[in-house]
């Protein structure tokens, strides 16, 4: 199909996602991140959020929570490297708003930097998780 662009998704487990697409959407460090067939050759880190992915012949988008990773855009190939990644209907409310809960008091209670950066990164995550099913769920109406 010329107006698609191949599309993989993969975190350190496993691969989520690999298919064609005709658009995808992610979360760049800069901000959102729009991706077409023909798109000019990018690499960038990307955020705790969801990469959207249309799929030709299917009415709802593919969603993946990613909790940051690289981005590289080829004209007819995006990969998303991804330190975790979780397909949409995988995430758990429950555990992100836990995790969430538990970054906040590791912040709170924590003296030392390194430790103080690791409870910032999981807040962050545990975030961007939960900004993702407010947004599945928004859709799914």
């Known amino acids: 199909m010329a107006n698609t662009i191949h599309v993989d998704v993969v ?3 496993e691969q989520i996602f690999s298919g064609e697409a005709t658009f995808v959407a992610l979360p760049g460090e800069q901000g959102e991140l729009g991706i077409y067939p023909k798109h ?3 690499i960038t880190r990307i955020r705790p959020g969801t990469v959207r992915i249309q ?8 969603f993946v929570f990613v909790a940051g990773g690289l981005l590289e855009v080829q004209p007819n190939a995006v990969t998303v490297l991804a330190d975790t990644a979780i397909r949409g209907h995988d995430l758990d409310e429950a555990k992100a708003e836990a995790a969430k809960k538990l970054a906040e008091e590791s912040m709170a209670n924590n003296k030392t930097g390194i430790d103080y950066a690791k409870a910032q990164a999981e807040l962050a995550a545990a975030i961007g998780q939960l900004a993702a099913i407010a947004k599945l769920r ?3 109406g």
């Not at 799929?55 to 593919?62: I, R, T």
């Open 138 to 140: 928004k859709i799914k």
């Open 11 to 13: 975190s350190a487990e």
């Open 55 to 62: 799929v030709p012949g299917q009415a709802e988008e593919e």
């Open 40 to 42: 000019t050759p990018l």
